[in-house]
């Protein structure tokens, strides 16, 4: 073995630079908990993930909204995840990201999945949400988001659900905490022959 998972041939582009899986260790003040990075089948959305932690920008942010059965009256479908990272604020960096959809990455918003926010298709914002359970309706042809492009999985919690499922106890009654869940650091580590 070589020692690095490569991007498959044909993915072998801009992205190239995430050569590695990675996992993303995150401590926050009421615990620690690890992601996968998927970079295997979604790199470019892994490389916008990267970018960010490398550039210090989900450090010292938040867990600010949190989404369950009882905060989203006027929504249907209702989801249930924990959203953190930048707010998505009038000021808030937008930035160009096409998109890897789901039905493109073969990945799913299951439970515990970590996936990619958006304004428009082909924009985002330095931020990331974890899926409670299993949410279909964020996926490809899924009726949350109005264009039906769903968002983009990158990811997922494999250490720490219990934490998790803690910020998500937090929840208010409207979408945004009240108190909100500090974010203190984000430590990346590359994986060497990990088998997914």
Do not use: W
Request: net charge positive.
């Amino acid at each position: 073995k070589s020692g690095r998972l490569l991007l498959r041939p044909q993915q072998h582009n801009a992205a190239a630079s995430v050569a590695y899986f990675y996992t993303a260790l995150y401590t926050t003040q009421i615990g620690e908990f690890s992601i996968l990075l998927r970079a295997d089948v979604a790199p470019l959305t892994c490389r916008y993930f990267l970018q960010n932690v490398e550039c210090g920008i989900l450090n010292g942010t938040t867990f600010f909204r949190v989404l369950n059965d009882g905060n989203q009256p006027n929504r249907n479908p209702k989801i249930h995840i924990i959203q953190g990272g930048e707010k998505f604020l009038p000021t808030v960096r937008c930035d160009k990201l096409a998109m890897e959809t789901t039905n493109i990455t073969g990945l799913r918003h299951s439970q515990y999945s970590v996936s990619q926010p958006r304004f428009a298709a082909g924009t985002a914002y330095p931020g990331f949400f974890v899926c409670l359970r299993d949410e279909p309706e964020l996926d490809f042809n899924g009726r949350r988001h109005p264009d039906k492009k769903g968002f983009s999985v990158f990811g997922r919690v494999t250490k720490g659900t219990d934490v998790v499922d803690a910020i998500y106890q937090q929840a208010n009654e409207q979408p945004y905490l009240q108190n909100e869940i500090q974010i203190t650091g984000v430590l990346l580590r590359a994986l060497v022959d990990k088998a997914v």
